[in-house]
């Protein structure tokens, strides 16, 4: 059974930093692309970052590039986004997700290219 939680939300100050973490299980998602999500409240959910299954090529939202990062350990079969100088437009339930391609491409963001998600963790930005 494949089991993909993710951890690490908070409640934060503008301008501060955050780590999301992920856990894959169940399912060997070295050789797969994987993501982070997020849905603020009344909004569609919408891409934040996607890394390739070797790590060698991310992809970020505009509005995250330059504060976020995106990372992965395959060895521990995990996955992070290092977020800094937080918004409170960051503020949304952010999703981790494992890809049923190696690669993220242009097309990353389409949903249809993730078969596995996990439940979800909160970050609230606070201004």
């Known amino acids: 059974q494949v089991r993909v939680v993710e951890s690490g939300g908070d409640l934060v100050q503008a301008g501060g930093s955050l780590r999301l973490s992920c856990t894959a299980s169940g399912v060997t998602s070295v050789g797969y692309a994987m993501a982070w999500f997020r849905q603020a409240p009344g909004k569609e959910r919408e891409g934040v970052s996607c890394?390739?299954?070797?790590?060698?090529?991310?992809y970020y939202q505009d509005s995250v590039r330059g504060r976020f990062t995106i990372s992965r350990d395959n060895a521990k079969n995990t996955l992070a986004l290092q977020m800094s100088s937080l918004k409170p437009e960051d503020t949304a339930m952010y999703y981790c997700a494992a890809s049923a391609y190696g690669d993220c491409t242009a097309v990353w963001r389409r949903e249809v290219r993730y078969p596995y998600w996990g439940q979800g963790t909160q970050v609230t930005v606070s201004s």
């Open positions: 890394i390739s299954r070797g790590g060698d090529f991310t």
